[in-house]
């Protein structure tokens, strides 16, 4: 199976440069793949500081220690790789899309919650059975409030799901890890390109 990640970054192969503005730290370079057109296409725009990634979902990143946002990209992830945790760090416009509900997350901690449990002698029998039943095939698990909802509201035998506060169902968003290849890609390429000129 294809990580998300991967597949992610599969959708830039195709994609080539257009300089549509360079002067020094002053950037407005557009990727897009030829054959797509307008589709999936994105923009990295930078200035002294700052960097904008315009690809369906908008982040501008900032750090006031680094002139060239290039680089602090370039420094914070192995080549074609992405550093999702740190760079998220960085964002200052589009914070609200940075992270969301997860509903896989979500269904891998609940299962592996209940595993334990019936390994531990914790859980009645068929418990497995009556959380899938109950839980997963409710079908309106799409967000974080309905899932806690969920968990809380269940019981069965006497046992429940106990204190939630600690549990977690958020990870990075596909549209911020997009943004994030997109990043990448888009200085691979321009550092390709630059290369081939000076050679």
């Given amino acids: 199976m294809i990580s998300p990640q991967t597949d992610i970054a599969a959708r830039f192969a195709g994609h080539q440069m257009t300089v549509l ?6 950037r407005h370079l557009r990727f897009a793949a030829p054959e797509q057109g307008r589709i999936g296409s994105f923009e990295l725009i930078t200035w002294p500081y700052n960097l904008v990634v315009k690809a369906g979902w908008t982040f501008h990143f900032d750090i006031d220690a680094t ?6 990209f370039r420094r914070t992830a192995f080549p074609g790789e992405i550093n999702p ?5 960085k964002v200052r416009a589009g914070r609200d899309e940075i992270e969301g509900f997860d509903p896989n997350l979500f269904e891998e901690q609940v299962k592996r919650y209940v595993v334990h449990s019936i390994r531990e002698g914790e ?21 974080e409030a309905n899932a806690r909802r969920a968990l809380a509201d269940f019981r069965y035998e006497g046992w429940d ?12 968003t596909p549209g911020f890890l997009h943004c994030c290849h997109a990043i990448r890609r888009g200085i691979d390429l321009f550092d390709a390109a630059r290369k081939q000129v000076a050679a």
């Avoid at 945790?85 to 760090?89: F, I, M, V």
């Avoid at 859980?123 to 967000?143: K, L, N, Y």
Wanted: hydrophobic share 35%; net charge negative.
């Fill in 21 to 26: 503005h360079e002067n020094g730290l002053y």
């Fill in 67 to 72: 002139p060239d946002m290039f680089n602090l």
């Fill in 85 to 89: 945790g740190y760079w998220s760090e």
């Fill in 123 to 143: 859980a009645p029998r068929g418990i497995g059975a009556e959380v899938t039943r109950e839980i997963f095939e409710m079908g309106d698990i799409f967000d």
């Fill in 161 to 172: 799901f106990g204190d939630l506060s600690e549990w977690d169902f958020t990870d990075y």
